[in-house]
């Protein structure tokens, strides 16, 4: 089931042109994303584990935008519906994920709420409503963040059971009678 969503990457190749099966003209490119997150238990920043995505989009307006100005390397945060495959790799039996994110919205860089900006700089001018506001909104975002974070590691458990599967299958298919029926 497709989940909304904000992600914030760097695009590894350039946006590409493509059409659907059905004939839909769209751009796709992929998007890796590992922003590094806050460890509260350890008190400390780590990285996270790279994670990629397909996006693709298909407005008409921001199709071409997105093929003007947006190259390999690029910062972008996309929000859009995101939808996880999971699949065997054929070449090394390994349970995978594949993250398709259908595009809504593709902007540069990362949302203003994540800069590194001081947080008393912009209180100080907008007044202390605008911390407030931007309080809400940080803690509207963390718990976005956790919620796929779980979703992430119960999308993995998943990948891990259909591996324990695929490995018990292939037990089972390559016995002495493998082949043969009775």
């Given at each position: 089931m497709p989940r909304g969503i904000e992600v914030t990457?760097?695009?590894?190749?350039?946006?590409?042109?493509f059409t659907s099966a059905n004939g839909r003209e769209m751009v796709g490119f992929r998007l890796a994303d590992n922003n590094p997150y806050f460890d509260r238990n350890e008190n400390k920043w780590k990285e996270a584990e790279t994670e990629y995505y397909d996006v693709a989009l298909d407005r008409d307006g921001l199709k071409e935008n997105v093929l003007a100005s947006l190259n390999k390397g690029d910062k972008v945060t996309v929000h859009g519906n995101l939808k996880a495959d999971a699949y065997i790799d054929q070449q090394t039996g390994e349970a995978r994920a594949q993250n398709k994110l259908w595009a809504n919205e593709v902007t540069v860089g990362q949302p203003h709420r994540?800069?590194?900006?001081?947080?008393?700089?912009?209180?100080?001018?907008?007044?202390?409503?605008?911390?407030?506001?931007?309080?809400?909104?940080?803690?509207?975002?963390?718990?976005?963040?956790?919620?796929a974070v779980?979703?992430?590691?119960q999308a993995r458990q998943?990948?891990?059971?259909?591996?324990?599967?695929?490995?018990?299958i292939n037990q089972q298919a390559s016995g002495p009678d493998a082949g043969w029926e009775r």
């Open positions: 990457g760097r695009l590894t190749n350039d946006p590409q042109p994540l800069s590194k900006a001081p947080l008393g700089a912009e209180a100080e001018t907008a007044g202390p409503e605008a911390e407030t506001e931007r309080t809400a909104e940080q803690q509207a975002q963390l718990r976005q963040e956790q919620q779980a979703e992430t590691e998943q990948i891990q059971q259909a591996q324990q599967s695929w490995e018990t």
